[in-house]
């Protein structure tokens, strides 16, 4: 099987599994692991910010991040693609009685500035209206095929947050991804962002885990939240040990998933029948151009000749590339997947 559904299929490497074996290890609900104080305190320090926090997963990390910004009936603006309004449960409204506003997201992952002053336009005083807390941005857009938002665009949003008087969050899910495209220390991606959570469990490798790093006092909040959403975990050295690894070791191997990604988008776009959509970082967006093929029939196709490729969204199929997968999967997957395109009908 030529795993392509997402980044997230990576499996622990033999450093890694090392690491685990040798990780010295406490409780961290009593913040006594050494493992987990080493990895909060390396994201922090390679992000430029003040304080980190271990998590299981990317949705809670946001989810402890929303909750830390927002009080009750506080409004959270959101890109109506972002992972955060499409693809987690709507969190904070459930547990935080916050309430999303989602602005339309551009097809270059950003959200307008017109767009942005909307949800300003009510009078804080007036007490019919939710009160702006907090502005979130996806960096970088998944659902925008894995695009880097332009960095002269971060500290314009900066700007404007400042001006607004509003914290700024980034899920940078994939933040790795977009320093490595765009050739700058992951600090600079994130330097307009107050907060700002990864996945360790996407490109960078590591089984189990996401970081939020920011200031310290929305960090120790983001800890209290994080233990009463059950997300406070005892040895959890375990796993932060991968952790670290996949912070020294896969962001400078990030470039050769974006060249397989490329190489596939190459390979794909020579393929009759399939509408590719350019590629910035390790994810391909491709569409098949005949309305009688549906996507449903060509995922199904592709695993049954094992390549593992998904829909999401408006009818776009993803491919994602990832350590898990070589140079020469990308050309096997490519041929596999224009066999089957090509006796569609
Ligand atoms: C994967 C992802 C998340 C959530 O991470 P999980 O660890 O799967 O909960 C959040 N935001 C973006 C952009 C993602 O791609």
Not at 71 to 78: A, D, H, L, N
């Amino acid at each position: 099987m030529i795993e392509l559904r997402s980044d997230t299929f990576t499996l622990p490497t033999e450093a890694m599994l090392d690491a685990m074996r040798h990780a010295a290890l406490g409780d961290d609900v009593y913040g006594e692991d050494p493992t987990v104080n080493r990895l909060e305190d390396r994201a922090a320090e390679l992000l430029g910010k003040e304080s980190g926090l271990f998590l299981p997963s990317g949705t809670m990390a946001n989810l402890t991040a929303l909750l830390a910004w927002t009080p009750r009936g506080g409004r959270i603006i959101v890109g109506d693609e972002s992972d955060i309004y499409c693809y987690e449960a709507g969190g904070a409204s459930v547990v935080g009685g916050a309430v999303y506003h989602p602005v339309r997201t551009q097809a270059d992952g950003t959200l307008s500035l017109a767009d942005l002053e909307v949800p300003f336009e009510d009078d804080p005083e007036d007490p019919q209206f939710a009160v702006p807390a907090l502005l979130c941005l996806e960096n970088t857009h998944n659902r925008c095929g894995g695009i880097p938002l332009p960095l002269p665009y971060l500290d314009e949003i900066r700007r404007f947050a400042d001006a607004k008087g509003i914290a700024l969050h980034m899920d940078g899910a994939r933040v790795f991804n977009a320093a490595a495209a765009l050739d700058v220390p992951v600090a600079t991606v994130v330097a307009a962002a107050d907060t700002v959570q990864f996945c360790l469990s996407k490109g960078l490798g590591a089984p189990i885990g996401s970081m939020l790093v920011g200031p310290r006092d929305v960090i120790a909040r983001a800890r209290r939240l994080r233990k009463m959403l059950g997300g406070g975990m005892r040895q959890a050295g375990l796993i932060a040990a991968a952790g670290l690894v996949a912070l020294e070791e896969s962001p400078a191997r990030l470039h050769e998933d974006h060249a397989n990604a490329r190489r596939l988008a190459a390979g794909l776009s020579s393929v009759e029948g399939l509408k590719v959509h350019p590629v910035h970082t390790n994810i391909v967006f491709f569409e098949v151009l005949d309305p009688e093929y549906p996507w449903r029939r060509l995922v199904a196709e592709a695993a049954a000749v094992g390549v593992g490729i998904a829909e999401l969204g408006h009818g776009r199929i993803r491919a994602v590339t990832h350590c898990g997968v070589t140079a020469g999967d990308v050309e096997v997957a490519v041929e596999r997947l224009a066999g089957v395109v090509g006796v569609r009908g």
